[in-house]
């Protein structure tokens, strides 16, 4: 697959895509989630390249030490490189034990509970983005979005944006590469952080995202039958609100 020629040309494109998008609604700031991975490193990247204000959020929860120090590395890269961008941390660890003691035996889920993870770190950048006259950036990527769902609904998947939603996994890494986002970012094993148990995308998936692009791009490959049980199970989260209609 080589969908892609020219990366200096792509940054500009989506920069370009971004700030005219700001400039036609009259947003002030990017606000954008930064975990550690490296959907989240390009996509805070290229809302700094754009030069508007940007807000880049690191919001443990929980964290893996080794997922929190890549965040944090990358904050600082960006504070240092970056004369627009502010990065805040905040640590909601408490906010989401103090959730779950107020919801008490109604709390008793590990999914939903991971969910709620994604749902806190949501209403933190919307909080930002909303003093700010801001908009919430979005990190999913197109297997991510498009081909099997692999997002929390009103959470990370909640977002105004969405620049590398048409992006694979591996074009992503790529442009992270031409970026100049580090290293240890682009080789980390992806993982939504979500879990106690360090599980990664690929743990919960079944298989590799090389082998769900393959699906998605040729409709065949071993990935093909994960593609569509995850793409049917999660319509829900990918369709339009169901509405009825007089």
Same mark, same amino acid.
Request: glycine share 8%; with cysteine; hydrophobic share 35%.
């Given at each position: 697959?080589?969908?892609?020629?020219?990366?200096?040309?792509?940054?500009?494109?989506?920069?370009?895509?971004?700030?005219?998008? /700001?400039?036609?609604?009259?947003?002030?700031?990017? &606000? !954008?989630?930064?975990?550690? *991975?490296?959907?989240?490193?390009?996509?805070? +990247?290229?809302?700094?390249?754009?030069?508007?204000?940007?807000?880049?959020?690191?919001?443990?929860?929980? @964290? #893996?030490?080794? @997922?929190?120090?890549?965040?944090?590395?990358?904050? /600082?890269?960006?504070?240092?490189? =970056?004369?627009?961008?502010?990065?805040?941390?905040?640590?909601? +660890?408490?906010?989401?034990?103090?959730?779950?003691?107020?919801?008490?035996? =109604?709390?008793?889920?590990?999914?939903?509970?991971?969910?709620?993870?994604?749902?806190?770190?949501?209403?933190?950048?919307?909080?930002? /983005?909303?003093?700010?006259?801001?908009? !919430? &950036?979005?990190?999913?990527?197109?297997?991510?979005?498009?081909? %099997? *769902?692999?997002?929390?609904?009103?959470?990370?998947?909640?977002?105004?944006?969405?620049?590398? /939603? #048409?992006?694979?996994?591996?074009?992503?890494?790529?442009?992270?590469?031409?970026? *100049?986002?580090?290293?240890?970012?682009?080789?980390?094993?992806?993982?939504?952080?979500?879990?106690?148990?360090?599980?990664?995308?690929?743990? @919960?998936? $079944? %298989?590799?995202?090389?082998?769900?692009?393959?699906?998605?791009?040729?409709?065949?490959?071993? $990935? %093909?039958?994960?593609?569509?049980?995850?793409?049917?199970?999660? @319509?829900?989260?990918?369709?339009?609100?169901?509405?009825?209609?007089?």
């Amino acid at each position: 697959m080589n969908r892609i020629e020219d990366y200096h040309l792509l940054k500009n494109r989506i920069v370009n895509w971004i700030k005219d998008y /700001a400039d036609t609604n009259n947003l002030q700031a990017l &606000v !954008v989630g930064v975990s550690g *991975g490296i959907d989240s490193a390009v996509v805070s +990247t290229l809302c700094a390249e754009t030069k508007l204000p940007t807000f880049a959020l690191g919001m443990p929860i929980h @964290q #893996d030490h080794n @997922q929190e120090s890549l965040s944090d590395n990358h904050l /600082a890269w960006l504070d240092k490189k =970056y004369d627009n961008v502010k990065t805040l941390k905040f640590d909601l +660890t408490r906010t989401f034990e103090t959730f779950k003691k107020t919801l008490n035996e =109604y709390s008793h889920d590990e999914l939903a509970l991971a969910n709620t993870r994604s749902r806190l770190r949501m209403v933190t950048l919307y909080q930002i /983005a909303g003093k700010y006259n801001g908009i !919430v &950036v979005g990190t999913g990527n197109k297997v991510e979005d498009y081909g %099997v *769902g692999f997002y929390t609904k009103y959470g990370d998947g909640g977002v105004d944006i969405a620049p590398i /939603a #048409d992006l694979y996994k591996t074009e992503v890494r790529e442009l992270g590469g031409y970026l *100049g986002v580090a290293s240890d970012i682009i080789d980390a094993t992806p993982t939504d952080g979500l879990w106690d148990d360090k599980r990664t995308d690929e743990d @919960q998936l $079944g %298989v590799s995202y090389a082998l769900l692009e393959e699906a998605m791009e040729s409709g065949t490959g071993p $990935g %093909v039958d994960t593609l569509y049980r995850f793409n049917k199970a999660n @319509q829900h989260k990918m369709q339009p609100i169901p509405t009825f209609k007089l």
